[in-house]
């Protein structure tokens, strides 16, 4: 059993280990369903959130969820929004079942789960071009001015440069589906400036 905090008082989930090892194909009509019901929560609450990884790589080149994929990638620069979306979540069935703060929120509904991955604001100069994201520092860009897409009959938020986003991901060749072909979130310049990042940045 986890426990989270919500408007100061503890929030009781039961907490699930979510693998890539022990992870299934998702069914794509659950996973629509899903989706379709998170985005309209958040967006009856103004929380912005865009479509990121697999779920954003199939929206674009296939208009659909990719046929190998294991989850919904989604990510938020709203936290705290987010978190207090969590109870109107739980009574639609779509339960908190991991996360950590700064990081992820897991939400899971009829076998098929919703990964929102937190985008966290950097003080300092560098901060005006960089984020950090999934514990690696990546360029802002591709938070600022994003965009929509048109996506399971819903209009989605999307990154900006998601072209450009996508390639960083998946490669020169994310035209092509593969199976068994998780994103690469490495991203060298990242690496260097947390090597340097007492320096460079001022801690939140």
């Not at 936290?79 to 929120?105: F, H, M, Q, T």
Request: with cysteine; aromatic share 14%; net charge neutral.
């Amino acid at each position: 059993m986890g426990t989270i905090e919500i408007s100061g008082k503890p929030f009781h989930f039961q907490d699930v280990e979510l693998t890539y090892e022990n992870a299934t194909i998702i069914d794509k009509s659950t996973a629509r369903r899903n989706l379709t019901d998170f985005k309209h929560i958040l967006d009856k609450r103004n929380v912005e959130f865009c479509i990121m990884h697999g779920t954003l790589l199939g929206a674009v080149r296939e208009h659909g969820f990719i046929g190998h994929d294991i989850d919904i990638d989604t990510c938020t620069t709203d936290e705290k929004a987010l978190v207090n979306c969590i109870p109107e979540l739980y009574e639609n069935g779509l339960k908190l079942c991991r996360y950590e703060s700064g990081i992820i929120y897991s939400f899971i509904r009829d076998g098929v789960y919703i990964d929102v991955y937190v985008v966290n604001k950097l003080k300092g100069i560098m901060g005006l071009f960089f984020v950090r994201y999934l514990n690696r520092i990546i360029p802002r860009k591709y938070f600022t001015n994003m965009k929509t897409l048109q996506f399971l009959d819903e209009t989605f938020t999307v990154p900006s440069h998601t072209m450009e986003l996508i390639e960083f991901w998946y490669g020169k060749n994310w035209r092509t589906p593969l199976d068994k072909c998780p994103s690469n979130d490495s991203y060298k310049p990242g690496d260097w400036l947390e090597k340097h990042f007492k320096f460079l940045f001022k801690n939140e």
